[in-house]
């Protein structure tokens, strides 16, 4: 398959990049970069040097491929192995997903299909709960690279103990295998068990490489909603406290002078008799901090019991990932993935507004 980016081009042949050489060039040279052209047929090594003169992919990454000889160069056309299965005697989430894959499990309908969300799966309103094996994880976001998770409420991100199942992570690797594609699914970042919203996964090791870079650099944006009790003094705010583990509870945070760099953005959407919806801007990613950083300032999220929340609405925090927007690890396209308000936010706010 040939892929025409706007920024450079590639073939996928199996688990093998293969780039022209020419294309190589001219890419370097829009950079700024002018080295020498390559002659065809060169010996990786060669090939390995030249591509580092290039500044296009990381040092790290490339001096890997070589050790394991991932570097080949056939004709004018450079070739990379890339795109490498998942490794099931190593990875044990990639080991279930593809054993629950051949089984049967998992495959329910709905599950990675944009749109399919059904409801029952997250019935956290209070009085309902949710039906044993109906979550389901939709796909925002699928390519070679990268791949987009929307994470329902109730389902971890990666497993807490040896041989947990349905998680998020799990999820991914199936939505790959399901399709063919037998490479593994690495979270970049993570959501609390009671979160919602979309959650991004590298599908190689170059993507995560860049993809880890993005999340050091705070170039990776993520947008929530929140349901908080009472109304926010100003309309908008920026919560800046250290955030650190609270040595009276195990599972719990709280605002420490010793805890890590936390700041937190927030704007005051609607107001409701007793509560508000926010919307929040992370400009960094603590344990817990929008739970925390709310409750700090006096309005812990609705249905959030362990900072302070009440339950009567929601028997979890009423929180949502809204949008994700990140550079593309290859195209370097800005992405903007919005995910769908889940049904139990939507109830727990005509809740309130009707109040």
Known sequence: MIHDHHALPYERDGEWLSLASEDLLR????????????????????????????????????????????????GGIIRLRTFLPGDPGRDAVYRTAREELAS???AAAG???????????????????????????????????????????????????PGQRGTLDEAAVRQGLRHGDVQPAKHIHRLDDDTAGPVLYARNELAQLRLDEAMREKTIGRQYAAIVHGVPKRRHGTIDAPIGKDRHHRSRRRVSPDGDHAVTHYETVEVYQDASLVRVWLETGRTHQIRVHMSHIGHPLVGDTLYGGRDAVLRHQALRGEQLTFRHP???????LTAPEPGWFAEARRRLASL
């Open 27 to 74: 890419f370097a040279r829009t950079a700024g970069v002018s080295p020498s052209p390559i002659e065809a047929g060169s010996h990786p090594h060669h090939v390995r040097i030249w591509l580092l003169a290039l500044g296009l992919f990381p040092e790290k990454w490339l001096n890997r491929l070589f050790s394991v000889g991932g570097i080949r160069m056939e």
């Open 104 to 106: 049967g499990i998992g």
């Open 111 to 161: 599950e990675g299909r944009a749109g399919a969300r059904p409801e029952t799966g997250e019935g956290t309103a209070a009085g309902a709960g949710p039906a044993a094996g109906t979550r389901q994880a939709d796909v925002l976001y699928q390519d070679d690279w990268c791949l987009v998770m929307d994470k329902p409420a109730g389902m971890p991100v990666h497993p807490s103990q």
């Open 330 to 336: 290859w195209t370097e396209r800005e992405l903007a």
